[in-house]
Structures are given as structure tokens and as C-alpha cells.
């Protein structure tokens, strides 16, 4: 699946629009007039029968009187009647429009210019009539410089795979996704530069003629290579950094100092702060990029406990260039997954794998058939159209069937152990190829950074703090699906990463929880949302202190309360040199033209 920002034009909505006005048109209920007179009675007049007693003025009224009351009847009849077809056709509910928030009725469709962005999890939105593409750098200055000029915002946004939308601006936006080519390849030195808009997916295929790659990959690839580097992005392997480390120089558009080259040797502080610049300090137009050969890994996949864990963990670190685990909640199963750059002299291992795909995915379809059937689901898929499914697919469909059922996502999460257990065995192929991971459909995610001693020592406050997440997750029964994500790094020098640090040695952990959102369906979508911020908040106020842990940029989410705000800027200044970022944004932004309310909140600007 493209993971992609979304944009769409209003005139989809008015499309939209247009077909629910038609639809009005097509079922409109006769003229009022017309209406009453259909109910009328016959005018024609009955006379008296003489041979019934007269009845009482209590219960007989004049002529006059009865045909008042009967019209005055009739007129509430009949308004109670319009009123309800028109609520009706005003308000084409689907059938399952029970789990739907209500809207309120528009009577127009939105402007044309009207742009909505959404991120790729469809978690956050905004709608703006300002969405700039240039196409090359000088389109890029004079757009910058017009906003500059005007004090219009123009928020730098990327692909839009950032969970918590922080490029998002419902003011004004500028994407450079036009901008996307290579422009020059170093092979001696393996540097490559770029324009800040290509794709993780396209520089790759864009170098590997020339034998090389990039040092390290995040599990998606449809990154925009500046999108990726101001949020601070990071693949696996405790001798590796974030990607923020592999860029050796940034051209940056700014809006009060023009366009300006950084890098170790030119003005290197700020070079090290716009490494991660959230975006804020300058459009990132360019970058140069210290590269690696090409070279194909093996991947070993298997699957241990923590009681193994533990014994081996140090080696499994040292030992290995890549390596991350997959714990699965509710269960002791841990997935191990090693890579490896293929042996000069033994070549690719010779392995046949136990169990074929098919059989790999038996548990996990049978859950699903068993669990149709006890639904007595009538639109249920056919056999061969289960068989057709992923496995990350699968998943999606049982947890939509119940997804905050603990008992039942248990059943899931059981299912997906045995599917890692008759996974085992080994790929081999390009680097780009084997790093990724299919992290399924669209989801909440929630990843800490902290500090987990060195290589050569390592503190082992990561897996204590796996083993502290396990338990609470058991105790508050928190219907966790799996994995819970736990990867590592070497420490960058950009001062702003959540791995940053002046020790060389140090290495960091990344550990990510997650909840998906297997469903389109509003009311489903917002309980889950509900339950994912309930469990993350119980991680935070009870572990992040405690391990000192800081969330990845692209995943903190800004809370509403005020005094939790309060806190969590409290909390971030005293990790990050807050008053050095906002320097820099006064000297380089000074009317905020590339901020968004998300760095506002974070990061206030008070004066030192």
C-alpha cells in the first residue's frame, strides 16, 4: 500500500455535493399545496340524518367550527409529515449509520480551492486553500519569500506519513514533492545530493547503478528524504544512527536570511540543529549524503522468549549490524529478527523452510473463517478470497471484527505467534529490500527514545522497561495488539534528536506500541483512538519518567489539558535546548511563517 499524504480537492467534495442535492431533486416531495390538497376531503356536501338524536354542544360543533379544527388537524398533520421527509432526504444515513458521528447538513459545497490534506493514517486533517509545489529552487525562494513578505504561512510538509500530522497547517502548506531528483553522485567519496523531495525509494533506485545505498532505512520508503531528516527518523542497529547523521550538508530556504548552505564546516551549530529541525528553522531545498556500498543481507528470523532474550541480549547487539525485536503481548513469544551482510566466502546460508507460506498462515485464517461464522457474518469473504490475504491483511480484518475486545485480541495475538513460529528461516536480498517491514494498515503509534548504557556495556534498562510495559499492559487488561516494536541506535550529534547525546558510546532504544484502525467506521475509529490515548497515557505518566524516555517527533501528540501541556514543555526543555531552537527561529523565521500550532504549543517562544 502507497503510505502517502493525502490531498484532495474540494471539487471532489462538491461532487459529492452535487450528487446529494441531486438525490434531493430526484425524491422531492410535491408542493406543500399540492400535498394538502391530496389529503383534503371531498367538498361535497352530506345532509342530516333525521332519524339520529341530536348530540350535545359538547360533543357537536357548528359547520364553521368543525371545518376549522379539521383543517387546523390537518395542517399539523401535515407539517409533522414534511418535516420528516425532509429530515429523511436532508440525511441519507447509510444502514450502519449508528456508528456514525453525526454531521451537520451542508447546504453548499466547498470552495474549489479548498485543498484537504490528511496524513496516511487519515489521524489528522486540515483543509487549506494554500498548498504550494514548486518545482525547482527558485520557485521554492519566491515562494518563501512572498510569504515572508505577506506573514502568510507556509508550513513545510512531506509525505505525510508523520502520525501525528506535525507538517500540517490549516493556513497555508508548501510540499516539494516536485522537486525529487538526484543531482549529482560522488561514487569515490559515495556522497550523493539531492533535492529534499525525492522519495527514500527513489534515491535508492537512483544510486544503486553506481554501487551504493543508504547507510541505514526506517520501515517505510515512502519518506521525502527531508521529511525523514527533520523529524529525526531512525532504522536499526545499535552501531548506527538516526538517518539525521548520514546528511553532511543542508541547503536551507529561509525566510529572513535567503537560501544558505550548512554543514560541519559552514556555521556547523546551526548546522547540527537544522539536522532535526522539525521543519521550523528553514525549508530544507537540499541535501548531501554520506552513502554506503550496496550490499545484499540475510535476514534470520526467529522466534525466543525473554528468559533468552536476556542471556543473549549483548551479544545479539554486538554481534549483529541489524537486529530488532517483536514482542507479542499476552504471550512470552519474541520475535528475533537478525540481518546480516551476506558472507564473502559461505555466500547465502542453504536453508528450506519448514513450513510453507500457506501453512504459515493456517492459524491466523482459521481464527478468521471461526470467527466469521460465530458472527454469522452474511457478507462474509469466500474461501478463496481469505486465501488471497496477507498476513498484515488478516490481522486488519480480525481485530476489526472486535478490536478492544481483550479476550479476543488475545485470540489474535495467539494466532500471529504461530505465524512468526512456522515463519522462521531466512531471506536474503538488497538492503533496501530487507529493512523494510510491512507495519500493516492504518494505525495509532506511539515511540520512545531512551538510553540504554553502550555497546560494550549495555544497561539493560531496555528490556526492563519491555518487561515493565508487559505488566502493565496485563494489569490495566489493555486489549494490546502486537508487536510492540523495540529497535536501537547508536547516539546522533544533532542536538534536537530524542538519541541525542555527547557520548560517542552511547546507544538508545526505540520502542513503539501501536493500535490499528482496521476500519472506516467513525464510531469504531474514535473508540480505538479513545483506548489507544488511555494507553499511552499510562505508559507515560507511569515509564517514560522513570527510563527517561522522549517520543519520537513524528509521534508526539500534543495533549489539550493545560496543565499537561505545561507539562510536557516542561518536560522537553529540560531534554532539549529549547531556547537555542527558538533563537535560531527568531533569527531565521522571525514572523513564524513555517510554524504550525504543533510547534507553537511545544516549543513557546519566550523571550531569554
Known amino acids: 500500500m502507497l503510505r502517502a499524504l493525502s490531498t484532495r480537492r474540494s471539487g471532489v467534495q462538491s461532487l459529492y455535493h452535487y450528487h446529494h442535492h441531486h438525490h434531493l431533486h430526484h425524491h422531492s416531495t410535491p408542493p406543500l399545496t399540492h400535498f394538502l390538497k391530496s389529503l383534503a376531503p371531498s367538498t361535497t356536501a352530506i345532509p342530516p340524518n333525521p332519524s339520529k338524536p341530536a348530540r350535545s354542544l359538547s360533543t357537536l360543533a357548528s359547520p364553521s367550527s368543525s371545518d376549522a379544527e379539521f383543517r387546523k388537524y390537518l395542517g399539523y398533520a401535515a407539517l409533522l409529515l414534511f418535516c420528516g421527509a425532509a429530515t429523511y432526504y436532508s440525511f441519507p444515513f447509510s444502514d450502519n449509520a449508528k456508528h456514525k458521528k453525526a454531521q451537520i447538513f451542508r447546504y453548499a459545497p466547498l470552495p474549489e480551492d479548498l485543498h484537504t490534506v490528511s496524513n496516511w493514517s487519515g489521524t489528522h486533517e486540515v483543509q487549506t486553500r494554500v498548498f504550494h509545489q514548486p518545482e525547482t529552487l527558485e520557485e521554492l525562494e519566491q515562494v518563501v519569500k512572498d510569504a515572508h513578505q505577506n506573514k502568510s504561512r507556509i508550513r513545510p510538509v512531506g509525505s505525510g506519513l508523520s502520525p ?60 521525502q528524504i527531508g521529511g525523514i531528516l527533520q523529524v529525526g527518523a531512525h532504522g536499526t542497529g545499535a552501531r548506527l544512527p538516526p538517518i539525521d547523521e548520514q546528511i553532511i550538508s543542508i541547503k536551507l530556504v529561509t525566510p529572513a536570511k535567503g537560501t544558505i548552505e550548512v554543514s560541519k564546516e559552514k556555521n556547523p551549530e546551526l548546522f547540527y540543529l537544522a539536522r532535526c529541525g522539525l521543519g521550523g528553522l528553514g525549508v530544507v531545498a537540499e541535501v548531501t549524503i554520506q552513502c554506503v556500498e550496496r550490499e545484499e543481507l540475510v535476514e534470520h528470523t526467529v522466534i525466543s522468549n525473554m528468559e533468552e532474550i536476556k542471556k543473549n541480549h549483548k551479544k545479539l547487539l554486538s554481534e549483529n549490524k541489524h537486529v530488532k525485536y517483536l514482542y507479542i503481548p499476552y504471550t512470552d513469544a519474541v520475535v528475533v529478527v537478525k540481518c546480516n551482510p551476506v558472507s564473502k ?31 454469522g457474518e452474511v457478507t462474509a469473504p469466500s474461501e478463496a478470497e481469505i486465501n488471497e490475504l496477507s498476513f498484515t491483511e488478516l490481522r486488519d480484518k480480525l481485530l476489526a471484527l472486535d478490536p ?20 522462521e528461516g531466512y531471506r536474503v536480498g538488497w538492503s533496501d529490500e530487507i529493512l523494510g517491514f510491512d507495519c500493516g494498515g492504518q494505525q495509532w503509534v506511539s515511540e520512545i527514545c531512551y538510553p ?67 476500519t472506516p467506521d467513525a464510531r469504531q475509529r474514535k473508540e480505538i483512538t479513545d483506548e489507544f490515548f488511555h494507553y499511552r497515557r499510562l505508559t507515560q ?53 513555517l510554524s504550525n500550532n504543533m510547534l507553537e504549543k511545544l516549543f513557546p517562544d519566550v523571550p531569554i
Not at 516539494?176 to 527514500?200: F, H, P, S, W, Y
Not at 479476550?407 to 512456522?422: C, T
Not at 508487536?483 to 546507544?507: F, G, L, N, Y
Open 164 to 223: 501525528n500530522g506535525i507538517g500540517l497547517s490549516r493556513i497555508g502548506m508548501v510540499n516539494l514533492a516536485l522537486m525529487d531528483n538526484v543531482l549529482e553522485v560522488d561514487k569515490e567519496k559515495k556522497t550523493v545530493r539531492v533535492q529534499a523531495g525525492i522519495r527514500v525509494q527513489q534515491l535508492v533506485d537512483g544510486i544503486k547503478d553506481y554501487g551504493l545505498t543508504l547507510q541505514n532505512f526506517a520501515s517505510i520508503r515512502e519518506q
Open 345 to 375: 566466502w559461505k555466500g547465502p546460508p542453504k536453508f528450506k523452510p519448514k513450513y510453507s507460506r500457506d501453512e504459515a498462515l493456517q492459524d491466523v485464517r482459521n481464527l478468521y473463517k471461526e470467527c466469521l461464522k460465530k458472527g
Open 404 to 423: 478492544l475486545n481483550k479476550d479476543h485480541v488475545i485470540k489474535v495475538n495467539e494466532a500471529e505467534a504461530e505465524f512468526w513460529r512456522k515463519s
Open 452 to 518: 540504554a548504557g553502550t555497546l560494550a556495556k549495555p544497561s539493560m534498562k531496555d528490556l526492563e522497561y519491555i518487561e515493565d510495559l508487559k505488566k502493565l499492559i496485563e494489569k490495566e487488561e489493555i486489549p494490546a495488539p502486537a508487536p510492540i516494536e523495540q529497535r536501537w541506535t547508536a547516539c546522533s550529534k544533532s542536538p534536537m534528536s530524542p538519541a541525542s547525546s555527547s557520548s560517542v558510546d552511547d546507544i538508545f532504544s526505540w520502542v513503539g506500541i501501536i493500535m490499528y484502525l482496521p
Open 541 to 593: 505518566t507511569q515509564l517514560w519518567d522513570q527510563y527517561s524516555a522522549f517520543e519520537h517527533w513524528a509521534k508526539i501528540e500534543v495533549p489539550k489539558d493545560k496543565e499537561e501541556l505545561a507539562a510536557l514543555q516542561a518536560r522537553l526543555r529540560k531534554r532539549f535546548p529549547v531556547d537555542a531552537y527558538n533563537k535560531a527561529r527568531r533569527e531565521l523565521d522571525p514572523n513564524r511563517i
